[in-house]
């Protein structure tokens, strides 16, 4: 199967372009108090290692605003300033270097208030996030629509009278609690214009509920070739957010970001720890992504051999495990048997060989 992405403006958020065929950004949103310099930088430093390519900052006052001068000398990636009630802090986050702007057509909505900061936003070049929620969207006609159709007219509405002012790079967002809200906004409005769209579903909860909603509606999306960036916002650590975006993505075939484990989910056959295994596994292959890089490797680690050497025949390196030794498979082909008390040091060192 092969996913058509659907056709879109392309936006550069400073260095990195998206929209069209560029691959799908992944965003994360930072959990500091942005004019906590240092601590804001180091969860920065943080998720870029992890993968991350864009954050979020939340501006709730001019320190944060400020700090983001500060932040950007320490930090790579592009920063997008997250702006809510107060129009003003968007322009003096603009002036401090951010690269991106995100307003909420909920809570900031007077005109002369949107055409100072479009101006502002001319004048750096940098692109504007028109972001709707669920929590704080406006009924602009004053009649009973869905949920969806209220998000939707709320984004294409702020966009209209953004296009008044002659600017137009614009990216927007519909998030619901909702899984099935969010689905049926971004379907809307995908056919509606041309914009970037950034995916998401907000105030998901904690991280096993948050992740399954997420990987829901931001697969179904992106299966149907919807979505140019997107935020997988739980209710727990930035660095599990950007995990979990690149799990979606891997999973879809999307993007690609080093070696992929597959793994049996273990029975009676089983006679290891193979939980503990694919875990030491993992851990140590997020210390070589730096050397593997986005290789796309696949990884098979299999509990017994019912399954095990045909998940090898698909598989770079794989291993089928008996009692107290594995059968190491590369390249589909039976190599030799390894003890079971240093099998991921084995595995490793074949991996370095590919």
Request: glycine share 8%.
């Amino acid at each position: 199967m092969k996913i058509v992405r659907r056709k879109t403006k392309i936006i550069k958020i400073g260095d990195i372009p998206i929209g069209g065929s560029f691959p799908i950004a992944i965003q994360s949103m930072a959990k500091t108090k942005t004019a906590d310099v240092d601590n804001t930088t180091r969860e920065i430093k943080e998720l870029e290692s992890a993968g991350c390519e864009i954050v979020r900052l939340a501006i709730k006052d001019k320190l944060d605003a400020q700090a983001i001068k500060k932040i950007k000398q320490h930090c790579h990636i592009p920063i997008v300033a997250d702006i809510h009630f107060d129009w003003q802090l968007a322009i003096e986050a603009i002036e401090n270097g951010a690269d991106k702007i995100r307003l909420n057509p909920g809570n900031i909505y007077k005109k002369d208030q949107i055409r100072k900061v479009v101006a502002s936003l001319k004048s750096a070049k940098i692109p504007l996030r028109i972001g709707v929620n669920s929590g704080s969207v406006r009924d602009l006609n004053s009649k009973r629509l869905s949920m969806a159709d209220r998000l939707v007219e709320g984004a294409l509405t702020y966009a209209k009278i953004i296009e008044k002012l002659k600017f137009s790079d614009l990216v927007i967002s519909l998030k619901a609690s909702s899984v099935l809200d969010t689905l049926e906004a971004y379907r809307k409005i995908s056919s509606l214009c041309e914009y970037p769209l950034h995916l998401g579903v907000t105030a998901t909860g904690l991280a096993m509920e948050g992740i399954v909603k997420s990987s829901v509606a931001i697969g179904a999306l992106l299966l149907e070739g919807i979505g140019d960036t997107l935020r997988v916002s739980l209710t727990d650590k930035s660095l599990e957010e950007v995990k979990a975006a690149k799990a979606i993505l891997k999973a879809l075939g999307l993007r690609k970001f080093g070696p992929e484990i597959i793994s049996c989910p273990t029975c009676g056959r089983c006679e290891i720890d193979l939980i503990k295994i694919v875990k030491e596994l993992e851990d140590k292959l997020c210390t070589l992504y730096s050397v593997l890089g986005t290789k796309p490797i696949k990884i098979a680690i299999m509990g017994c051999v019912v399954n095990g050497p045909g998940e090898a025949k698909e598989a770079n390196i794989a291993v089928a495990f008996g009692r107290k030794e594995g059968l190491l498979f590369k390249e589909g082909e039976a190599v030799r048997k390894i003890p079971l008390a240093n099998c991921v040091d084995a595995i490793l060192k074949e991996l370095a060989k590919l």
